[in-house]
């Protein structure tokens, strides 16, 4: 297995994760039409691009020269001393391989290094990846309603855990 930074080069294989991962991730919760719009809103080649250049880190797992899963977050986010995950996908093939936990500790070690003292990150509300997120110490703190345009929403919790240094 191998663990690496995503960069620029790494973007059509961030896409390919994702586009295969929110089908089954978001099938039984959302219209295809919603999950084709986000897809297209977040996982665009220019969006991707300007979030590696401006705050996000992207932690890529490859297994048998496959890549499978990836992470992304940003240190010290809303200039607080906190970590946000914003993605973390794992293909449909590979969960249960706890790829998913390493993904989430390797974010974990980013945020211990820039001295944040909490993990956050926003879970569909319907998600069961929620309880996955339990298990590895997330709490919910809130609920949030996000409009992302075209008459969508996405309805949120927001898991926090702290971090014991």
């Not at 969006?47 to 010290?76: G, H, P, R, Y």
């Not at 906190?82 to 449909?92: F, G, N, R, V």
């Amino acid at each position: 297995m191998e663990i690496r930074k995503a960069n620029k080069n790494d973007i059509q294989s961030i896409q390919n994760i994702a586009f295969e991962t929110w089908p089954s991730a978001y099938g039984d919760i959302l219209k295809v039409e919603q999950i084709d719009y986000m897809l297209n809103l977040m996982y665009n080649k220019e969006v991707l691009q300007k979030q590696m250049e401006e705050s996000q880190t992207f932690i890529i797992i490859k297994e048998e020269n496959e890549d499978l899963a990836f992470v992304s977050f940003e240190t010290n986010y809303d200039k607080q001393a906190q970590t946000k995950i914003h993605k973390i996908y794992i293909t449909p093939a590979a969960q249960g391989k706890g790829l998913g936990k390493i993904l989430i500790e390797e974010a974990e070690s980013q945020a211990i290094k820039k001295r944040n003292n909490k993990l956050l990150l926003n879970v569909n509300r319907q998600n069961k990846a929620r309880y996955f997120y339990e298990k590895l110490g997330f709490k919910i703190a809130y609920s949030e309603d996000i409009e992302i345009g075209n008459g969508y929403l996405m309805n949120d919790y927001v898991m926090v855990k702290e971090i014991e240094r």
